[in-house]
């Protein structure tokens, strides 16, 4: 098969070839790691895994009239006005975002064993690429599909545009996962999608109403992934509503909805907040150190501290990350606590024997509370009341979702970026999914680029202000779209 084009008409590849990708992903080896196993997984005491998130938004700034200004990517706007507030970062984001394909390939010059898994977001890729930054892609490229590196480095799945998924509808996240891997196909090839198995979550959301987090799960299903990752305070035991024990092992996250149907996926846990200085200082590694194996099903094996960070975002991450991460990278070579990504550390658990059934059950947080007053399968009608009663006699009681922090709500607040979006989706629902229109459609493309760009979680995150505008304005343009390109 060919490869994909990465532009169609202007606009990035985010659809219409959704067949052909499904047939990648269906023939794709059941390992990704087997012939390239470097680490003596029955001797190790431990192993850390750290993952690099990457993200800019793409704004209406490519001119002074709001209403007509190009949609640019924020990282662009800063390189422009470098004077106001941190914009003067910009070409340090620009370094971190082409910098560990540097480092990737020196150390394993060294003859050392670098790992690091990266996510970066669809409209990053986008906005680096319209600003011509084609060093960036040079430098990824050369360690996501040389086979010399390619063992040290794992690439992360993502919403396209960075969307939260508890207050993103369904079906349009599910398009976000499905651009992203068009997206990703088109720059780096077939062969290294084949290769992604792991998702990474915009700020570690995750759905906890019943009915949202199936959904959740089985688009990532459906889109090939085997796990995911998630933000220990967002999960619970089922059976008595606490979180996770053994946090350092891979857990099984099972989501149920209110038609009693069923589904799971392996959740790897990430501890901790979002604190940029977990990973700048290699946080994983220092605390992997001072553990030893762990029984599992009746099996020694290493646990696996794992941590994810913004890549670029923060001092420590700009200056301090650099050093940390190949000093650890030489110190942990050879050592009792190697660096390992997720995949590779997961393929080695099952070539022992272990099964995923072995792994402890988990749900979202809340749902314990449900489940003892609702059986799966009584139906929406009966889980929104119970929703209802539960909310009214516990206030701390929410179906929000939960994430890297417990005090942002994705839905509360948000009133008039969040009536704007949903006006946007549903306009999307009923002039193009409904009817069917073709993926393949250039009016399909537009409209689809434009609804993921507005659904961009900074828009919320920021409250207030320019960017609440920001994201007002690409719903209005959507809507724009909508109307004028498909008029019955």
């Not at 198995?197 to 299903?221: Q, W």
């Not at 590694?285 to 994810?308: C, D, F, H, M, N």
């Not at 099952?350 to 059950?361: L, Q, R």
């Not at 828009?459 to 960017?467: A, D, I, N, S, V």
Request: a negative charge.
């Amino acid at each position: 098969m060919a490869e994909l084009a990465e532009y169609v008409e202007g606009l990035p590849n985010i659809c219409g070839q959704e067949a052909e990708l499904e047939a990648v992903l269906k023939q794709r080896p059941d390992t990704v790691y087997a012939h390239e196993r470097r680490i003596p997984f029955g001797q190790i005491k431990s192993a850390c895994a750290i993952a690099l998130h990457m993200h800019q938004p793409l704004i209406p700034a490519g001119g002074g009239d709001l209403h007509t200004a190009g949609i640019i990517s924020n990282l662009q706007y800063m390189m422009e006005h470098q004077g106001i507030g941190d914009n003067h970062n910009a070409p340090v984001f620009h370094w971190c975002y082409k910098r560990i394909g540097e480092f990737v390939p020196q150390l394993i010059h060294e003859g050392k064993q670098p790992r690091v898994m990266l996510e970066y977001s669809g409209t990053l890729f986008h906005g680096l690429r319209k600003m011509g930054l084609n060093d960036v892609f040079d430098s990824l490229k050369t360690i996501t599909c040389n086979p010399d590196y390619r063992h040290a480095m794992e690439w992360l799945g993502a919403p396209w545009g960075h969307a939260v998924a508890p207050s993103t509808p369904a079906q349009d996240f599910r398009l976000h996962v499905k651009a992203w891997q068009h997206h990703f196909a088109a720059i780096f090839g077939k062969e290294a999608l084949a290769r992604v198995r792991g998702f990474s979550p915009s700020e570690m959301a995750l759905p906890n109403h019943p009915d949202v987090a199936y959904e959740y799960i089985k688009t990532l299903r459906d889109c090939g992934f085997t796990w995911l990752l998630v933000q220990e305070h967002s999960v619970e035991r089922p059976e008595n509503g606490q979180g996770p024990e053994r946090k350092h092992l891979p857990h099984r996250l099972v989501c149920q909805n209110s038609k009693g149907e069923s589904i799971d996926i392996i959740a790897i846990i990430k501890t901790q907040g979002s604190d940029t200085k977990l990973v700048a200082q290699m946080q994983p590694y220092y605390e992997a150190k001072s553990l030893s194996r762990w029984e599992l099903a009746g099996k020694s094996v290493p646990p696996l501290v794992t941590q994810i960070a913004d890549g670029e975002n923060g001092g420590v991450m700009m200056n301090e990350f650099p050093p940390k991460f190949m000093e650890v990278a030489r110190e942990s070579t050879g050592s009792d606590s190697p660096m390992m990504n997720v995949t590779e550390y997961l393929e080695y658990l099952f070539a022992m024997g272990i099964k995923e059934s072995d792994f402890s059950v988990i749900q979202p947080i809340h749902q314990k509370a449900i489940w003892d007053r609702f059986t799966p399968g009584e139906g929406p009608d009966k889980l929104k009341q119970t929703i209802e009663d539960l909310r009214q006699h516990d206030h701390r009681f929410h179906m929000e979702g939960g994430s890297w922090t417990n005090d942002i709500s994705w839905v509360r607040g948000y009133d008039n970026v969040l009536g704007p979006m949903e006006d946007a989706s549903s306009l999307f629902y009923e002039k193009i999914l409904k009817p069917g229109i073709a993926t393949h459609d250039p009016r399909y493309r537009n409209a689809l680029f434009h609804l993921m760009t507005a659904q961009t979680s900074c828009y919320r995150y920021w409250g207030q202000g320019l960017w609440t505008d920001y994201g007002r304005e690409i719903c209005r343009r959507t809507m724009e779209i909508l109307q004028h390109d498909f008029q019955r």
